[in-house]
């Protein structure tokens, strides 16, 4: 029997009409570890495989272009009516569908209705089952997942083809994703890892990765995509240090700040640590990861402030993570003191994202969906960064004229001067300031949540909608994200098409969220 012909395609973004930093630098440095990973797999289980990432350079028609057999898709919430959309077209010529990453993990129930499989943990013995089954669906979708996460993973040497398909992709700045462990031993309520038990990976395995990686992409950064980078410190990076056997590397990472003391901070700028990316998310809570015990308000923004600096001597380039919440008064408070800690630290970068409830995702999610609270706004617009998909009250309003006075003081002349002469060296400098002016611009998205702003003070239906009195979504929210699927939306599947056309479904997210896990 002549081998399966097998598709994994991995979508990083949705299609939108993007500049050229986003579609060269941005997209193609977003690839993650599992589908390079699925895609050795299936070679394992003896399929010819071809791995694609779409970056929004390409076609429909061009992306899609071969015969397939199985079609193994990752897709995060915002690409998800891309996929959706891949899948139908896909599943018209005879090709089996599996859907993996994000978004299966989190709306496994929507996601039934537009592929064959939808998978959950996934090891190497799923993707053989699927490969091996390939059996299409009558009506919904097959739920498949191995009971926990793999115990090792395939490293870069066998990854290497299919990371090279995509790191050709990318020009100035290429990254190659890796992982020392899976899952985290935090419960941070609103993450999808809060309850999957901390695991470490063989180290001989990371070694391996930092020596491969460093004579086959010696100008590229490797970004650890571990939940929380360094929970083993001293093991893990003497298993980097061994890799590198003396030279330096270029590595990136997200940890908690707890795990940054100085003397660990000396030993990963010594091998090359060059971006860290660690979470505050709020002022208020959340403070065993920060390491602050319980300090809270500005008694936080001093002591973090103050380790955030330190970080900035050893590592140059440093994000922190911030989620605005839907509780008025704590937001406001939080965005208050956040300006503080932009005036304390002017070199870190604040990324400022908004509390989503990704579907079944976290226990907050389950929690909050079991209430009947989360919205059912357009998937693309469920980047963190769009629109909040919980139900609140008016006090939104206040919400959002803080979160606009916040990213427009973030984005200011004197904060950006203030950034830009603080940043370590003039790179970092200047990704400074392309993030703050360029592509996906602060001043763009004061600007789109000052229209948040005034279609909740002046617009009932929009108001009806966002205060989860009416179910069906604003003709706003619509808009905007089928300006989000950009030549995708012309492909739309007929019932995605009409549902964004009328704004309401067939059948209610809020039952699919009830249902749990097919
Ligand atoms: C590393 C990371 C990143 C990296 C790498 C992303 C990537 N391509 O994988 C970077 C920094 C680029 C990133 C960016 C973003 N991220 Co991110 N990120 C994470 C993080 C911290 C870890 C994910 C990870 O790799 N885990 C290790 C893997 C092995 O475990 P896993 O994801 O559970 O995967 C298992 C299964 O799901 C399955 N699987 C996973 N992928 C695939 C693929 C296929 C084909 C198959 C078959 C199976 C499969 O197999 C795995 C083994 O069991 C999570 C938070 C968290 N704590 O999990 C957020 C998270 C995934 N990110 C999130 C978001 C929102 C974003 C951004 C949209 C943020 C933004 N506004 O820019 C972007 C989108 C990037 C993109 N590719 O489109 C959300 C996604 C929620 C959702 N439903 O969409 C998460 C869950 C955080 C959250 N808010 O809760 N992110
Ligand atoms: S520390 Fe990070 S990865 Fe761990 S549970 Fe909290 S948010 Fe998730």
């Known amino acids: 029997m002549p081998p399966q012909r097998v598709l994994v395609l991995e979508l990083v973004t949705g299609g939108q009409r993007a500049g050229w930093f986003q579609r060269r630098v941005l997209h193609p440095s977003y690839h993650g570890v599992m589908s390079s990973v699925v895609a050795v797999w299936a070679r394992h289980a003896g399929a010819d495989v071809t791995y694609r990432i779409y970056t929004g350079s390409e076609s429909p028609a061009e992306l899609l272009r071969g015969e397939w057999d199985v079609a193994f898709i990752s897709s995060f919430t915002r690409t998800a009516w891309t996929a959706y959309t891949v899948s139908y077209h896909l599943r018209t010529r005879g090709v089996v569908t ?17 592929f064959d499989y939808v998978l959950g943990f996934t090891d ?3 993707v053989r089952q699927v490969i091996e089954e390939r059996a299409p669906a009558a009506e919904r979708g097959r739920w498949l997942s191995a009971e ?14 299919f990371v090279d398909a995509a790191v050709q992709r990318g020009r100035i700045f290429h990254a190659v ?51 929380n980078f360094g929970v083993r410190f001293d093991e893990t990076l003497g298993a980097v240090e061994r890799g590198l056997e003396g030279a330096r590397g270029l590595f990136g990472a997200e940890s908690s700040l707890s795990l940054l003391s100085p003397s660990r901070l000396a030993r990963m700028r010594d091998v090359g640590f060059t971006v860290m990316v660690p979470g ?42 911030f989620i605005v919440t839907l509780d008025a008064d704590t ?58 998909n919980l139900a609140c009250d008016e006090s939104q309003i206040e919400i959002l004229r803080e979160l606009v006075g916040l990213l427009r003081y973030i984005s200011s002349v004197q904060a950006t001067a203030r950034r830009v002469s603080a940043s370590r060296g003039w ?42 009195r009416s179910p069906i979504v604003p003709r706003q929210l619509l808009d905007r994200a089928l300006e989000r699927l950009g030549p995708f939306r012309e492909l739309l599947p007929p019932a995605l098409a009409e549902q964004t056309r009328t704004g309401t479904r067939s059948e209610p997210l809020s039952e699919h969220l009830q249902l749990g896990r097919a």
Request: glycine share 6%.
């Open 148 to 161: 926990r996460h793999p115990a090792v993973l395939p490293g870069l040497r066998e990854r290497a083809p």
């Open 331 to 388: 937001a406001c408070a939080n965005m208050a003191l956040t300006r503080e800690f932009v005036a304390r630290c002017p070199a870190a970068w604040p990324n400022v994202n908004l509390v989503t409830a990704f579907g079944r995702s976290s226990p907050l999610s389950r929690t909050l969906a079991a209430e009947g609270r989360i919205l059912d706004v357009p998937f693309p617009l469920l980047d963190t960064k769009c629109c909040w």
């Open 177 to 227: 994703p890796a992982l020392t462990s899976l899952g985290c031993p935090y419960t941070c309520d609103f993450c999808s890892d809060a309850q999957v038990p901390f695991k470490p990976l063989p180290l001989v395995d990371v070694e391996d990765d930092v020596r491969f990686a460093r004579a086959r992409w010696p100008k590229a950064m490797v970004f650890w995509h571990d939940p």
């Open 98 to 114: 599996a859907l993996g990453g994000p978004h299966a993990h989190s709306y496994p129930e929507d996601s039934r209705r537009w």
């Open 124 to 126: 190497p013995e799923v």
């Open 427 to 468: 790179r970092a400098g200047l990704i400074n300031l392309l993030r703050t002016w360029g592509g996906d611009a602060l001043r763009r998205r004061a600007r789109w949540y000052q229209q948040l702003l005034e279609w909740t003070e002046r617009d009932a239906d929009y108001r009806d909608f966002v205060t989860g």
């Open 280 to 321: 505050i998310e709020s002022w208020f809570e959340y403070g065993r990861k920060t390491g602050v015990g319980a300090a809270a308000g500005l008694a936080r923004v001093e002591a973090t402030s103050a380790q955030i600096n330190s970080i900035l001597a050893a590592i140059p380039y440093v994000q922190v993570n």
